[in-house]
């Protein structure tokens, strides 16, 4: 026999509920021979929360709708409670592995739609925007990589997207005026492989969400990509590196010689120092072209194999005090790394 406990329009608070429940429990005779079924509304909009606790308070079974349909604000959604169990570790017995699907068919059979920030289903559900969570997902992801886990604990994310048939690739982190740089290297790290030094991702994220701020919208990976190599890689400047050779001495210095293009005369450079940029830096001194200091660089490849290009970063503080950031992008990384300092000396 199976007793349905309903809480029509859901006049009572969760908790109430819950309470009436246990009481009709403890009170009612041959328990044995019944099975109490939940059926909530949303009328008060804690049809999940009254379900829940009706569980907790004893219940065995729920009635429920398809994302919520019904009458008024709508009957209780199962789905939501069934992958709200799933997170505790309890399997509702649903297959849910292929919810994007399961909604096509009720929004094609029912006219209505599910709200892009609807629990678990909505287009939205596993987007960040903002810049504190996306830098949270962004550390999550990452630390649940190198470590292997198999719990999955990301921070904002209740679930794993994959468990539904929804992707955890960098669609979860959409950047607008209000992300931040956590946005930002999730899908410059995840769309093509750049990991910008943590002071140039501070600043490069700054300028970004400024300018998405600015045209309004959101965008993606390879709107950020172009907008980091025009102002960093790209930047216009008076300076054009045509060549750059260097030759190791025994010692383990090095010696190096370039021809630079600055406002339409080329300028032929050479000079010592520890290595290839050390001595191009020393050539730049000594021939009065610019007088600067190399605080700091990084440099990685942007994949995988004896093809594959890398960038290199490098920060400069100029005589005047001025501090400027460059990227390198080539096939050989020592090039690549002279190319971010010109970058560098453009943007100043």
Same mark, same amino acid.
């Given at each position: ?29 041959r328990?044995?021979?019944?099975? +109490? ?12 929360a ?5 569980l907790?308070a ?23 409670? #069934? ?7 309890v ?17 094609r ?16 559900v ?8 996306q ?34 690739g960098?669609? +979860? ?11 930002v ?8 492989? +750049? ?32 907008l980091?190599?025009n ?5 216009d400047g ?20 370039s ?41 990685h ?10 960038? #290199? ?6 005589l ?7 990227a390198?992008?080539?096939?050989? +990384? ?5 190319k ?9």
């Amino acid at each position: 026999m199976i007793l349905n406990l309903p809480n029509t329009v859901e006049v009572a608070m969760p908790n109430v509920y819950a309470d009436q429940i246990e009481w009709f429990i403890r009170h009612m005779t041959r328990r044995d021979r019944a099975i +109490i079924s939940v059926h909530t509304h949303n009328d008060r909009g804690t049809g999940v929360a009254a379900t829940e606790l009706g569980l907790l308070a004893g219940a065995e079974r729920v009635e429920g709708t398809l994302f919520g349909n019904g009458e008024r604000t709508g009957n209780l959604d199962v789905v939501t409670v #069934a992958l709200n169990l799933f997170t505790q570790g309890v399997d509702p017995k649903l297959d849910l592995t292929d919810i994007e699907s399961l909604r096509k068919v009720y929004e094609r059979c029912t006219g209505l739609f599910v709200p892009p920030r609807h629990p678990y289903s909505g287009d939205l559900v596993f987007t960040a925007f903002s810049g504190s969570h996306q830098d949270a997902i962004r550390k999550g992801l990452k630390e649940r990589q190198e470590s292997e886990r198999t719990v999955w604990d990301v921070p904002y994310l209740p679930i794993d997207p994959e468990n539904i048939g929804r992707s955890y690739g960098t669609g +979860i982190i959409r950047v607008n005026g209000q992300s931040g740089k956590g946005g930002v290297a999730y899908l410059l790290e995840g769309g093509y492989g +750049i990991h910008l030094p943590s002071e140039l991702l501070r600043e490069f994220g700054v300028l970004a969400g400024k300018i998405v701020d600015r045209d309004g919208g959101e965008v993606g990976a390879t709107y950020l990509k172009e907008l980091f190599c025009n102002e960093y890689v790209f930047h216009d400047g008076p300076y054009r590196l045509r060549s750059f050779d260097t030759v190791g001495h025994s010692n383990g210095g090095c010696y190096s010689t370039s021809v630079l293009e600055f406002q339409g005369r080329e300028i032929s450079l050479s000079g010592e120092g520890n290595g290839p940029i050390d001595s191009f830096v020393h050539a730049l001194q000594l021939s009065e072209v610019a007088d600067l200091l190399v605080l700091d660089q990084a440099e990685h490849a942007l994949g995988e194999g004896s093809e594959a290009e890398a960038m #290199a970063y490098i920060k400069l503080e100029f005589l005047s005090g001025e501090i400027c950031w460059g990227a390198g992008i080539d096939s050989d +990384i020592t090039l690549a790394s002279i190319k971010a300092v010109i970058a560098a000396m453009n943007r100043r």
